[in-house]
């Protein structure tokens, strides 16, 4: 009995959110738009290779409205612990980075702001230190009301490539530690970290799980079995995480399917949304370069506040390239509009799993027949079918009551390119975040 009025306590939290988002995306106020955020970026705070302030200025100036940092395991202040890193020197308890002389980044960072600004020492061998601003100190030369807004998070990097990226916060949330075999474990208690962290401080930091792919660490099952896990990376821009998968082994688009249906068909009910980042490292050359993976948020104003409230709806796309005029859903169809390129042409899918799919899995095999280790399980066909497609700028989706969630990608046929190469990295993508029908569906289970 008891079991049983949870769970419709829980249906009926879902058709709070769901509604909520329905009213959020009906808005016809003018006053609503879209912004444009990275939410994955590092410096010389962790491994990235530029200065903070020379990496806010590319994103400012490359048509973004916010940014978050997200080092690794440290945030954008005044350290409170020796160096972090081995470059790094801490100085009367501030932070210096040690660099050759001749690093591109050197000169770019002089060059943009002038040695009155820079804190530059000479040190031996043809190397120079310099200090590393706190975010406070620089944030007032970028950010501008309406503007641009900088924003403080950092990278939770755990052992076996477990990463969550969390936004919005003054302390570091804390690493777990354990196992290649406690991942699933180790998500868990990162986010029950995050959210004691919520707790006494107000702040939710939105933990999104980062590149699954990467390393082969994260599978479908460890995300299904971390159920408070709202957000991840289906698409991060970093060249060596394997957004696509392989022949044998589920690309992050795939896991998406699998824990949102399994979720939805058996679980929790908890929706899980995808995010499109940069993990932005290398500056100067080819690697995990600016500008590959962003979000556009809905929002009345750009503030913390309102992009942290459009992060919690899911009132928000993600993208490579593509970008939507409109989008929108009724309580029985959802509609898209992308803004055209001259030239480019767009395949929109419409992607869903219907009630009564088969849920079970079995294990990954290779081209052998070998079971592949650590790998996200094989699931049916009825999983993630594309339901619905059109070629057309505008387009849409009415619900007939069997989908569990349907979900937007819109491939485009125009190169996503490196914006520091100019290399040819894919196609340009926007994926929009699952919707889960109206009350009477969720109601009726
Ligand atoms: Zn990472
Ligand atoms: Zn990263």
Redesign the pocket.
């Known amino acids: 009995m008891k079991k049983s009025l949870f769970s419709n306590l829980r249906y009926l939290f879902a058709v709070v959110v769901v509604v909520s988002v329905l009213s959020s995306c009906q808005t016809t106020d003018d006053q609503v738009r879209w912004l444009r955020g990275n939410m ?3 410096t010389f705070w962790s491994d990235g290779d530029d200065f903070p302030e020379s990496v806010a200025r590319w994103y400012k100036d490359n048509d973004y409205d916010f940014l978050v940092f ?1 080092d ?1 395991n440290i945030l954008l202040e005044t350290p409170t612990t020796g160096p972090v890193r081995g470059n790094h020197r801490l100085i009367e308890g501030e932070l210096w980075q040690r660099l050759a002389q001749d690093h591109p980044a050197v000169e770019k960072y002089t060059g943009l702001f002038g040695t009155d600004m820079v804190d530059i020492l000479p040190d031996e061998d043809g190397f120079v230190l310099v200090r590393l601003q706190p975010l406070d100190e620089f944030r007032g030369i970028f950010e501008e009301p309406g503007e641009f807004l900088l924003i403080m998070g950092n ?1 939770i ?1 755990d052992q076996h490539a477990v ?1 969550l ?1 969390a936004i919005h916060q003054d302390e570091v949330v804390p690493t777990v530690g354990g196992s290649a075999g406690e991942r699933a474990d180790m998500i868990k208690k990162i986010l029950e970290g995050a959210d004691d962290y919520r707790v006494r401080s107000g702040r939710n930091t939105y933990p999104a799980l ?2 699954p792919n990467w390393q082969w660490a994260i599978t479908a099952e460890m995300i299904l079995e971390a159920e408070d896990l709202r957000y991840f990376e289906v698409y ?1 821009g ?1 060249p060596a995480v394997n957004n696509p998968g392989d022949e044998y082994r589920a690309s992050t688009d795939r896991i998406w399917d699998i824990v949102l249906s399994l979720r939805l068909g058996a679980g929790n009910g908890k929706i899980l949304y995808g995010v499109a ?1 940069d ?1 932005a ?1 290398h500056y100067h050359s080819s690697g ?1 370069t600016p500008g590959r993976g962003w979000v556009m948020i809905r929002s009345r104003e750009l503030g913390e506040q309102s992009i942290l409230d459009a992060i919690d709806k899911g009132d928000f796309y993600s993208s490579t390239g593509v970008v939507l005029s409109d989008l929108g859903y009724d309580g029985e169809k959802i509609s898209v509009e992308i803004e055209p390129q001259e030239g480019v042409t767009y395949t929109t899918e419409y992607i869903g799993t219907l009630r009564g799919f088969d849920p079970s899995g079995k294990p990954a095999l290779d081209g052998e027949g070998n079971e592949i280790p650590n790998t996200t399980q094989t699931y049916s066909e009825e999983i993630g079918q594309v339901l619905a497609s059109s070629n057309n700028l505008s387009s849409s989706y009415t619900f007939n009551g069997d989908e569990l969630y349907v979900r937007v990608k819109i491939t485009s046929s125009a190169d996503q390119i490196d914006q520091v190469t100019g290399d040819v990295i894919g196609k340009q993508v926007a994926w929009i975040q699952p919707v889960v029908p109206g009350t009477s569906a969720i109601a009726g289970r």
């Open positions: 994955h970026t590092h997200t690794h990278e990097t990463h990226v980062a590149h991060n970093h980042t993990d490292h995990a």
